[in-house]
């Protein structure tokens, strides 16, 4: 399973979108907002996750920021730090 997949289905299963499949969420949709619309306690959660399923970390906001704008961001900077 990609990167992207994987993310998808962490969104959906972890952050209980019952009306929602994987399949469903675009790459370059905004994760927050007018997007998804997840909120900043789906965004620890995310946090939590990708951590567990990736062994990445997201250590402040700033990155946060940055790496939360879509699937596709998120995608990118999981691929950059991704342990060898």
């Known amino acids: 399973m990609d990167i992207k997949t994987k993310l998808k289905t962490i969104i959906v299963e972890e952050l209980n979108f019952e009306d929602l499949t994987p399949a469903e ?11 998804l ?7 620890v959660e995310l946090v939590v996750q990708i951590q567990k399923h990736f062994g990445v970390k997201i250590k402040n ?3 946060g920021r940055t ?9 990118a900077f999981i691929a950059e730090r991704l342990p060898e």
Do not use: T, W, Y
Not at 25 to 35: A, Q, R, W, Y
Not at 67 to 75: I, T
């Open 37 to 43: 619309g997840l909120d900043s306690l789906d965004a």
């Open 67 to 75: 790496a939360f704008q879509s699937v596709n961001a998120l995608a």
């Open 25 to 35: 969420i675009l790459n370059d949709v905004p994760l927050f907002g007018d997007g």
């Open 61 to 63: 906001m700033e990155e």
